[in-house]
């Protein structure tokens, strides 16, 4: 694990290559944020992000997020960014603010009753995977328009965009493809459902400047805040 100077370091890194992507695209710093990934790494690893002054952190795992959190700064908002399986939608909703990764009609409307039972109110995206990569989670493409029929009548949860990993290749093409099939993918979804889907959350470490150059609105960065993760 980085010492909080090292992750400063890293932190003024990211978002010098950010500002410059944003500028390459003609897009205002201000309208993508980087979402610390703190998955594997120890408690320090969500202070640290608070400390800086960063205000969400990301999970891939509801027991990592709940067994975090209560020993995390308070102000942190916490998002999911893993798969989740439909039997810990309670838990999750229970232990984040934002669930970045709903990818079937039935964890959409398995989310929106239980919410709504526990009054809470929830921020999602429907997880997409654009990039057709048979190793990843996401719905397919064509299911995003019923995974989003099926969100948009529960008042407890809102739906704010997209959310996509890029499969791994050596090849930018790939990735550049695959963040600009979720941009494709979430304009037809605000025509046909006439609703407001403002954010895309694409790119990560490695890939960042090609997800802001096709509309990114939210990266996912870990290991070049944090260093490597521990092999689990
Ligand atoms: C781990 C993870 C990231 C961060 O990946 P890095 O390459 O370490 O930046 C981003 N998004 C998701 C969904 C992840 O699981």
């Known amino acids: 694990m980085v010492t909080y100077d090292q992750f400063t370091a890293h932190c003024q890194a990211v978002l010098a290559r950010l500002h410059q992507a944003c500028q390459a695209a003609g897009r205002s710093p201000a309208s993508v944020r980087l979402l610390p ?47 989740l399986q439909s039997n810990k939608a309670k838990q ?6 934002v669930l970045q990764s709903v990818d079937s009609v039935e964890l959409a409307a398995r989310l929106g009753r239980i919410a709504t039972e526990l009054g809470l109110s929830r921020e999602v995206y429907v997880q997409v995977n654009s990039g057709n990569d048979p190793a990843k989670f996401g719905c397919d493409l064509a299911e995003a328009p019923a995974v989003l029929e099926a969100l948009l009548p529960h008042r407890s949860l809102k739906v704010v965009g997209l959310m996509a990993i890029a499969p791994l290749s050596d090849d930018p ?33 490695g890939d960042l400047e090609l997800a802001v150059a096709e509309g990114s609105t939210c990266v996912r960065v870990g290991s070049a805040l944090y260093g490597s993760r521990p092999v689990l």
Request: charged letters at 25%; a positive charge; hydrophobic letters at 40%.
């Open 37 to 83: 990934v703190t998955k594997t790494h120890p408690v320090a690893a969500a202070e640290y992000a608070h400390r800086f002054g960063l205000t969400s952190v990301g999970e891939n795992r509801v027991q990592e997020a709940l067994l975090k959190r209560p020993q995390s700064p308070a102000g942190l908002r916490w998002e999911l960014i893993g798969h």
């Open 92 to 97: 999750a909703l229970q232990a984040f603010d």
């Open 173 to 205: 093409a790939v990735a550049q493809r695959t963040f600009a099939e979720l941009r494709r993918c979430r304009d037809g979804l605000e025509t046909r459902f006439g609703v407001k889907l403002p954010e895309l959350s694409m790119g990560m470490s």
